[in-house]
């Protein structure tokens, strides 16, 4: 499987800690059935004001620490850049870390707020997919305007947003309205891809294979074939893995 959304980059947002940390995460990944995974750290101004030049030399450290204690997982990276009127911005000055991309669009993961979809989110959407930017929403079965009124999500699907869900998601690690909405998406053909969003090895652990398990039971190999390896092989074919 491919991962598209980790936290495994130590000490660069609220993810793992320390190079321990992220070695123990790597390996859990790989028991997980994980083989080639994004690391994604947060771009959150005034929380994670990470960039480019943070995450770099961060992740090299990592890479080599993989090779080091002779782990099996090729890694990449990008971001998880959370929702800002500076984004245009960012990516007509080519600063956006994009994952890939998806039907012709250099692809970015875009984060809403937890607890609710900001006013002019949908323009900023459509702005994006005007300027052949893809916008992947991630984690929306976690958004709380979503719970209120799943008809939200098709709010997004309309301005252009693809979808990715939590891994963990499936598997009721979140709540039982997340899990209800994850599968329904499912079912309406609504996700692009799952992906772990791990954090951690416990609280957040990689969840990609339980979640494959689930898949398969709900709708059969092709389609978590389809959601795991597939479209993320699709999105991530000109990045550069190590």
């Not at 660069?12 to 190079?19: H, L, N, Q, T």
């Not at 790989?30 to 994004?38: P, Q, S, W």
């Not at 012709?104 to 997919?129: C, F, Y």
């Not at 939200?152 to 252009?160: D, P, Q, S, T, V």
Request: some cysteine.
């Amino acid at each position: 499987m491919i991962d598209l959304h980790s936290h495994i980059l130590p000490g660069i947002d609220d993810g793992a800690r320390s190079m321990q940390q992220s070695l123990e995460m790597a390996r859990q990944a790989v028991v997980a059935g994980v083989t080639h995974m994004v690391c994604t750290p947060h771009i959150h101004p005034n929380y994670f004001d990470n960039s480019y030049e943070t995450i770099n030399p961060v992740f090299n450290e990592f890479r080599l620490a993989l090779a080091t204690n002779k782990i099996p997982l090729s890694v990449t990276f990008a971001a998880e850049i959370r929702l800002s009127a500076d984004i245009p911005v960012w990516i007509k000055q080519q600063q956006i870390l994009y994952i890939g991309h998806y039907q012709s669009r250099q692809a970015v993961m875009l984060e809403l707020p937890h607890s609710h979809i900001p006013a002019g989110t949908d323009n900023l959407i459509k702005w994006m997919i005007a300027n052949k930017v893809q916008p992947i929403v991630v984690h929306p079965e976690r958004n709380r305007d979503i719970w209120k009124d799943y008809s939200k999500i098709m709010f997004l699907r309309r301005a252009g947003a693809i979808f990715q869900v939590t891994a963990g998601a499936f598997i009721g690690r979140f709540s039982e309205v997340a899990q209800q909405i994850a599968e329904r998406m499912l079912d309406e053909s609504l996700i692009s891809f799952v992906a772990s969003d791990t954090h951690d090895i416990e609280r957040r652990p990689n969840d990609m294979l339980l979640c494959k398990k689930r898949l398969i039971e709900l709708k059969g190999e092709n389609v978590a074939d389809e959601l795991t390896l597939l479209t993320p092989k699709e999105i991530t074919q000109l990045m550069e893995w190590h």
